[in-house]
C-alpha cells in the first residue's frame, strides 16, 4: 500500500514563498492522478491543484497564478507556492489516484490514499 509523506510546511509573512514536497514509497505513483488539498481551521478540506499522469494540471481559482503543481520522477510531487496569504493558511495535503491517469476534477472523494499533512501558516 502506498505512503505518502509531505514536507515544506512552514510559517511565512504574506507575500513569502514555500515549496511543500510528497514523497511516495511502497509504489509508483507518477502513472496515476495526484494532488494538493487544504484544510483550514474550521473549514472543509479543499482542493487546491491536481496533476493527471500525462502532465496536465487544475488549479482551485484562489490559487491560479501563485500556486504551480509539478512532478519530479516517478514519486516525487511538489507545490510551489508564491504570493502567499494568510487566507492560504492550512494544513496541506498529498493525496492520490491509483485507479485513474487522469484528474477529472479537484473533488476529494475521487483520491483513496492520504498523506499526514504539513501545516502552512501565512502571516499579515
Known amino acids: 500500500q502506498v505512503q505518502l509523506a509531505e514536507s515544506g510546511g512552514g510559517s511565512v509573512q504574506a507575500g513569502g514563498s514555500l515549496r511543500l514536497s510528497c514523497v511516495a514509497s511502497r509504489y509508483t505513483v507518477g502513472y496515476f492522478c495526484m494532488g494538493w488539498f487544504r484544510q483550514a481551521p474550521g473549514k472543509e478540506r479543499e482542493g487546491v491543484a491536481t496533476?493527471?499522469?500525462?502532465?496536465?494540471t487544475l488549479y482551485a481559482d484562489s490559487v491560479k497564478g501563485r500556486f504551480t503543481i509539478s512532478r519530479y520522477n516517478t514519486n516525487t510531487l511538489y507545490l510551489q507556492m508564491n504570493s502567499l496569504k494568510p487566507e492560504d493558511t492550512a494544513m496541506y495535503y498529498c493525496?492520490?489516484?491509483?485507479?485513474?491517469?487522469?484528474?477529472?476534477?479537484?473533488?476529494?472523494?475521487?483520491?483513496?490514499?492520504w498523506g499526514q499533512g504539513t501545516q502552512v501558516t501565512v502571516s499579515s
Open positions: 496533476i493527471s499522469a500525462g502532465g496536465t
Open positions: 493525496a492520490a489516484n491509483l485507479q485513474w491517469r487522469t484528474c477529472r476534477d479537484l473533488q476529494d472523494s475521487d483520491f483513496g490514499y
